[in-house]
Structure formats: structure tokens, C-alpha cells
């Protein structure tokens, strides 16, 4: 007699992490740009009816003030460092129209920039937001042990050391990742590994700062350092990817000191000619500051980081942590992907499939389940762990066992009630005695005869077909799997999941060689892994990417993203969010350059009237601004987890 047991109910995706959102006018651009558009919104009446000077003078002058003030101090930080930077261009052409009696145009000039710096700041600022949300959940305190249980004491959770012992109650949130010493409950992780529901905690159980406990109390022994624990490993990851800058920044800003050394030496020539043939000085001057103002790169600088930063900001709230925006930028570049088998497309944690007594054993499947179990107990070998998960899961009670004794690589051994029962490599019973092929068969023997074997596999992801299938369909190949495991098991989960190439057996430099040949035919490979075995390929890789729930903390570190909730379908749907990042940034690009171009040729080859250069510009760069800033909108990761 044999049963298969029944599958797990496929679950519904993770619920986002909780926003946390930074109002704008906590930003003190923001308020400074408001100031000065205020300020301008009083005087340009009084000015164009005709008030007197005194009236408006003092609003202008708070306008110039409050919107220039920053990008001032600035660009002389850049200048003692002996570089020019768009901000001191832009206030030198401000200070310019006002001293030719263009002060309303120079007014003008000074607000549009510093609505242009608060979107800049704002994109930042939401980024953060995007992951430090998650600080919220974590208590400020939390209540630790004596080392005999006796005493309580409420220190703050940053306080806490490895090895400490405390005490959460119901309703409490955990204050530090642990493990359950003694109680059971449920506590609510959703934002941390994405379960919808509530997973129970029984002793033995890991636990992670800021989930919510149930209705029972625990008792955490802390295992990580608070500042090493889950939650703030992904703000530092955020704020680490929020201070880098993409390679295309990178060129713009190089290119960006030549260009404005290339305005100024331009705007005093468009100064200097026509005075030199008879011009002017006050239309020479406007000429020049006309020029100064539509030639700075301005849209061009803000072309490329709100978009990356706001992808970024997207997918942390989603579960993915992209380090950089290097990384960001490559991931939609990637056009093959590669993926790991255990704790990849699997679960990477065994569990008991069949159960099967062998005839003459009078033994029924609960009872045999049972006592391999009460001898597995103490043990603490995964699959002795899957078998007494398994017991529990029946809700069978396990009998103590005595005289444990372990062999590594060969099983256990314990007397219970009275019977020597052990626990090990089925051998010749394997073949016979196990339907799927595919799993670990492991005998159970009672007073030396066999009695029933129990087949183990490693659980397929829920969403690995679909992830396999998303892959293909963005990548435009099918993904190649690449593992250490056997031939029949990698056949196995590629049939389950559709893929068509497999490479089994392999040693961590054949998962290298593997990446590095399919870079060396021009593809730039994707490669999806968790453990220590898979930093190399991960480092390999044009884009590397780990699962955080169970990676190791050597391909967490390896890996250009870490996907926090282990959901498989993310990775095809940060792919695609990346591909729109990038093109957000060729459209800015675009936009950008047509704008300085069309103006410059404008202002030198006609006559481009002050304001309407300064609109032109200005609102280039406020349109550039507000372009990046789309990809912070939920609809952008829904529109990337769909593929539309």
C-alpha cells in the first residue's frame, strides 16, 4: 500500500512591502523652491502692471534668494575644486539678466531651476522610502531574558546581542532574527518572505525582526546581530544602490565639465563678436546670457538617475533588491538567462512524498511514519528533520527515543519503546520500493528487519513553470539549468518547468565554464542561484541574481540582486522594469538634446527672447524630471510583472 501525498495549494502572490512615503515639503528643496515660486507669483503682477520698483523689488530679490541660495554655494564647491557644474552656470546667467534689467527673465530662470532640483531630491527621496518603511516594523525594544528565565528586562533592541534570550508576547513584534527556544504560535511575515498567511512557530522555528507574533508567547534565542538582521541587511542594500551611479551617469558626468567649460568659452564669444561689430552692450549681454542659459545641460544631467533611482525605489518594494544602479541598468541588458536547481527552481528543503510499508511489516503508513520519526528527532540532518516535519504534520505522537546515534552519510539509530529501530540508505530497496525515481528513498529497519521505506524529494517552487516561461519570453531563448545534481533529478524539475537544456553534475567552476561560454558567443547571461556553489557563476555572470530567504551569504553578497521573498516570477518582471528605465533614460536623452539644440540654433541664427529660451529650457528639464519619476508608480511593476 502506498500514498502520494497531495501537492501544496498553489498560493497567491506576496503582498508589497507597506510604503512609506516622504512628503514633499519635508524636502528642504521643495520648500525653498516653493518659497521662491511664491514670491515670483506676487511680484510678476505688480511687475507687469506697472507698480512701483519697490513693491516687487523685495519679492524678486526673496525669489533670487530662496531659489538660489543652494545651487550658489554649489557651484562654488565645484569651482574651488576648480570644475564647473550646471548649478553655477545657471545662477551666472540668473545674475547676468538681472544685471541688464532683466530681472523678472533672471526670476524666472531661478524658479524653474529649483523646481527641477526638488524633483531631483524627491526621486531620492522615494527610493529611500521605498524599503525604509520596513524600519517601522521593526520594535524600538524588546523584552530579554535573564539567563535563568527569571528577570525581565526592556532594553532596546539595537542592544541585543547573539545568544540573548527574549520574550515576546501576543501581538508583539519580534525584535530580533532568532530562533524559537521554547512556545508556539504563528507570526505574520509577509514582508519579509512574502507567505500570505500566518506561519505557525514551534521550537526549533526561525523567527525575523519586525513580523508580528500570534496568540502565543515565544521565547527567541537571537541569532544574528540586530544590524545583520533581514531588515536592515535590505535598507543598507537600498541606500548602497541609492549612492551609485549608472554607467551612462557616469559618461554624461565625465563629458558634463568639458561641456560646460565649452558653454562659457561659447557664451563669451556669442558676447564678444557682435560687440566687436558694432552691437550693443545690453543686446550683446542678453544675447550671451540667452545662450549660457539654453546651451547648459541641465535636462541631460537629470536624464538618467531619477529613472534607474525610481526602478530602484519600484522593485526594493516589491521583494527585489538591486544593489546599484550599475546593476540596474545591466539587468535589461541581459538576452539568455541561466538558473540553479536546489533552493532555486526548488524549494531546497526536502519533504516526505511517499510513505510505504512493506508488506508483512504490520506496520500502516502512520505508524511507520511514526517511528522513524521518534528516532529522527534528535537528529539534526535535513531529511530527519523533513521526516519528524512530516510526523507532526499528521499530528502523530512521538515516542521517546533513547541511545541516538548518528553515522554521517549513513542514517541513525535509536531504541524506541523498546525496539532498535534505524533510519538510512535504502540500497537495493530503492529501485524496488519507490514510485517517483526521482527522490532520496530512505529505509526504515526494525530490530535489524526492514519494515518500510519513505521517498524524499525536494519540492519544485510554485512558480518556477511560470517563471521559466517569463524568462523565455523576455530573454526571447530558453534558460539553460545548470546544476550539481544528478542527471534524473535535473530531468525532473526540467520537465516540470519547460526547460529543454540541461547541464547535471556539475562542480562550481563547470557552472563558470558554462556562463562564460555563452558570453564568449556574444550573449549576456543572467544567472539565478543561492548558494556558496553558485557565487562564482553569480560573479561571472553579466547580471547575477540570488534567492535571499535561503541564499547563502556568500551569493547574497556576489549578486548584483537579491530577491527577498524567494518569488521567482520577480526576477523576468525586475528584467522588464530595468528595459523601461533604460528606455525612460533614451527618451530623456532624446528630449534633452533636441530641446539644447533647437534653441542654441535658435538664439544664435534668429532672436530667442529671454523668457521663452528660459520656458524652453528650464522646462525641458522639469519634464525630464517628472518622465523618471513614473517608474515609482505601482502601475509600472504591475505593467512589468505582466509583461505588458
Known amino acids: 500500500m502506498s500514498t502520494t501525498l497531495a501537492p501544496p495549494p498553489v498560493r497567491p ?35 507687469l502692471t506697472g507698480a512701483p520698483a519697490w513693491l516687487y523689488g523685495p519679492l524678486y530679490v ?45 526670476a524666472l530662470l531661478i524658479v524653474i531651476f529649483a523646481t527641477s532640483g526638488a524633483l531631483e531630491a524627491l526621486a531620492t527621496a522615494r527610493t529611500a522610502d521605498s524599503v525604509r518603511g520596513l524600519l517601522d516594523l ?25 545568544g540573548d534570550v527574549v520574550l515576546v508576547r501576543p501581538g508583539e513584534r519580534i525584535g530580533a532574527d532568532g530562533r524559537v527556544l521554547d512556545g508556539e504560535s504563528e507570526a505574520d511575515q509577509a514582508t ?113 538617475m531619477p529613472p534607474l533611482l525610481s526602478a530602484i525605489a519600484n522593485a526594493g518594494r516589491h521583494g527585489v533588491l538591486v544593489k546599484s544602479a550599475v546593476a540596474m541598468e545591466r539587468l535589461g541588458e541581459v538576452d539568455a538567462a541561466a538558473i540553479d536547481k536546489t533552493g532555486t527552481l526548488t524549494e531546497g528543503t526536502p519533504e516526505v512524498t511517499e510513505v510505504r510499508p512493506l508488506p508483512g511489516s504490520g506496520l500502516d ?16 540532518h535535513p531529511l530527519g528533520r523533513a521526516v519528524v516535519t512530516a510526523a507532526r504534520a499528521r499530528g502523530l505522537s512521538l515516542a521517546p527515543a533513547e541511545d541516538f546515534a548518528a553515522v554521517p552519510g549513513q542514517g541513525v539509530s535509536a531504541t524506541v519503546e523498546g525496539r532498535q529501530v534505524t533510519v538510512g540508505r535504502a540500497g537495493e530497496y530503492a529501485d ?84 562564460r561560454t555563452f558570453q564568449g558567443e556574444g550573449r549576456k547571461v543572467l544567472f539565478v542561484g543561492d548558494g556558496v556553489n553558485d557565487a562564482p557563476a553569480l560573479a561571472a555572470a553579466h547580471s547575477g541574481v540570488a534567492m535571499g530567504r535561503a541564499g547563502s551569504d556568500l551569493a547574497l553578497e556576489t549578486a548584483d540582486a537579491v530577491v527577498v521573498r524567494d518569488e521567482l516570477t520577480a526576477i523576468p518582471a525586475v528584467v522588464r522594469l530595468s528595459r523601461t528605465a533604460r528606455r525612460l533614460v533614451a527618451q530623456n536623452l532624446a528630449v534633452a538634446g533636441t530641446c539644447i539644440a533647437v534653441l542654441v540654433v535658435w538664439d544664435l541664427a534668429g532672436h530667442l527672447p529671454l523668457p521663452l529660451g528660459v520656458a524652453g529650457h528650464e522646462g525641458s528639464t522639469v519634464l525630464v524630471g517628472l518622465n523618471g519619476l513614473r517608474l515609482l508608480r505601482e502601475s509600472a511593476w504591475r505593467r512589468a510583472a505582466s509583461g505588458v
Open 13 to 47: 502572490s506576496a503582498p508589497s512591502a507597506p510604503r512609506r512615503r516622504t512628503r514633499v515639503l519635508a524636502l528642504p528643496e521643495a520648500r525653498w523652491a516653493l518659497a521662491a515660486t511664491l514670491a515670483f507669483l506676487l511680484a510678476l503682477p505688480l511687475d
Open 62 to 106: 526673496v525669489a533670487y534668494a530662496a531659489g538660489g541660495w543652494e545651487p550658489a554655494l554649489e557651484g562654488l564647491r565645484a569651482l574651488r575644486e576648480k570644475t564647473l557644474d550646471v548649478d553655477l552656470l545657471m545662477i551666472v546667467a540668473a545674475l547676468g539678466a538681472a544685471a541688464i534689467g532683466q530681472v523678472l527673465d533672471g
Open 138 to 162: 521593526a520594535p524600538a525594544t524588546a523584552t530579554r531574558l535573564s539567563a535563568d528565565g527569571a528577570v525581565e528586562e526592556t532594553v532596546p533592541t539595537d542592544q541585543l546581542a547573539v
Open 192 to 304: 519579509i518572505t512574502g507567505e500570505p498567511l500566518p506561519v505557525p512557530k514551534i521550537p526549533g522555528d526561525e523567527v525575523f525582526a519586525g513580523t508580528l507574533n500570534g496568540n502565543g508567547a515565544l521565547r527567541v534565542r537571537v541569532e544574528r546581530d540586530p544590524a545583520d538582521s533581514v531588515i536592515a541587511r535590505i535598507v543598507t542594500l537600498v541606500e548602497e544602490a541609492s549612492e551609485t551611479k549608472a554607467p551612462t551617469q557616469l559618461f554624461i558626468e565625465k563629458v558634463e565639465q568639458r561641456y560646460a567649460v565649452g558653454v562659457v568659452a561659447a557664451t563669451l564669444a556669442v558676447f564678444a563678436v557682435p560687440l566687436a561689430f558694432g552691437s550693443d552692450l545690453t543686446s550683446a549681454l542678453l544675447r550671451a546670457m540667452t545662450f549660457m542659459i539654453v546651451a547648459s545641460p541641465c535636462a541631460v544631467v537629470l536624464a538618467t
Open 365 to 380: 503508513e502512520d505508524a511507520l511514519l511514526a517511528l522513524a520519526a521518534a528516532a529522527e528527532h534528535p537528529s539534526e
Open 432 to 515: 524496488a520500493t519507490s514510485g517517483s525515481g526521482t527522490g532520496t528513498v530512505i529505509l526504515v529497519e526494525c530490530d535489524g528487519t526492514p519494515v518500510g521505506t519513505l521517498t524524499l524529494t525536494d519540492r519544485l517552487r510554485h512558480d518556477a513553470p511560470a517563471a521559466v516561461a517569463a524568462l523565455t519570453a523576455v530573454t526571447g531563448t530558453s534558460p539553460v539549468l545548470l546544476t550539481g545534481d544528478n542527471r534524473a533529478a535535473a530531468a525532473q524539475v526540467a520537465a516540470d518547468t519547460g526547460i529543454t537544456d540541461v547541464r547535471a553534475g556539475l562542480l562550481p567552476e563547470g557552472k563558470v565554464d558554462a556562463v
